[in-house]
């Protein structure tokens, strides 16, 4: 069973940053993905990095204002969040699988999620 924990999460301002961190003892070994999901919608893709850190896959909607990275001698997983919009809030949910894509399917274990809300 592979554990993985968020943090970062919280309350921000329209247009303010959050850097979200997901960290799991074994995460070197894993693609990760990035998934939301707001209150009575489905979890979506939000982004999404390969092992090596080399490559990775963004939901349109957050090109060019999120960015995820990896240090994989610390086993964390991050998601800089610039320019947040109000449709940015949910619940931000950290994924580890074999191979990573945009799917839920494509991600075998997750993380517990963690809050962000972006007030006007």
């Known amino acids: 069973q592979v554990h993985l924990v968020e943090s970062g999460g919280g309350l921000v301002q329209a247009g303010g940053s959050l850097r979200l961190s997901c960290i799991s003892p074994?995460?070197?070994?894993?693609?990760a993905g990035w998934f939301r999901q707001a209150p009575g919608k489905e979890r979506e893709f939000v982004a999404a990095?390969?092992?090596?850190?080399?490559?990775?896959l963004y939901q349109d909607s957050v090109k060019g204002r999120f960015t995820s990275s990896r240090d994989n001698a610390k086993n964390t997983v991050y998601l800089q969040m610039n320019s947040l919009k109000l449709e940015d809030t949910a619940v931000y949910f950290c994924?580890?699988?074999?191979?990573?894509?945009?799917?839920?399917?494509?991600?075998?274990?997750w993380g517990q999620g963690t809050q962000v809300t972006v007030s006007s």
């Open positions: 990095i390969s092992r090596s850190g080399a490559n990775t």
């Open positions: 994924a580890a699988g074999a191979v990573g894509g945009a799917e839920t399917w494509d991600y075998d274990y």
């Open positions: 074994t995460f070197s070994s894993y693609a």
